[in-house]
């Protein structure tokens, strides 16, 4: 990171980062074009899990290159300055590195879906057999992570 001063070097602030996101963003790579989708979220363990439809781009990407990046960012804000070139943002975010594989068991996904509901809600949830069977859920298992924050 070229800018150590803002870097976040506590592994709990970190992963604090990621469990206030409400999105995050996916990154691939289709043949070297970049490819990024916004995606709700579970987290837990290193891994996080993303729910989705059971074909589509980033399907397919996926099915050829599972090599990932995701961001997360909260407590955004711009800070205005009366010169134009001197605005900046308050902010905190998180990149972190991976590799995608789908999950297919039945009990598996609904894991994955109780860890991606949990992001958002107390409650339990149940999941019907159909709606299990057309959902596919991806895992991403974290290989590395970093934070960064500015103007806190």
């Known amino acids: 990171m070229r800018r150590k001063d803002k870097q976040i ?9 990621v469990r206030r996101a409400r999105v995050c963003r996916l990154a691939v790579s289709d043949d070297g074009q970049p490819y990024v989708v916004p995606l709700c979220f579970g987290y837990k363990d290193g891994a996080l899990y993303f729910h989705s439809a059971g074909e589509g781009r980033k399907i397919d990407i996926l099915r050829r290159n599972s090599r990932v990046c995701v961001e997360f960012d909260i407590d955004t804000e711009l800070v205005t300055n009366e010169q134009a070139c001197q605005c900046t943002m308050r902010y905190r975010s998180v990149i972190a ?9 039945v009990e598996s996904k609904r894991e994955a879906l109780d860890i991606l509901m949990s992001q958002y809600s107390d409650r339990s ?6 709606a299990v ?17 500015s103007g806190y």
């Open 97 to 105: 590195f991976g590799k995608a594989s789908f999950v297919e068991d």
């Open 125 to 130: 949830w149940a999941y019907s057999d159909e």
């Open 133 to 149: 069977g057309k959902v596919a859920i991806i895992r991403v298992d974290i290989e590395s992570m970093t934070g960064k924050q």
């Open 9 to 17: 070097m506590d592994p709990a602030a970190i992963e604090s980062i």
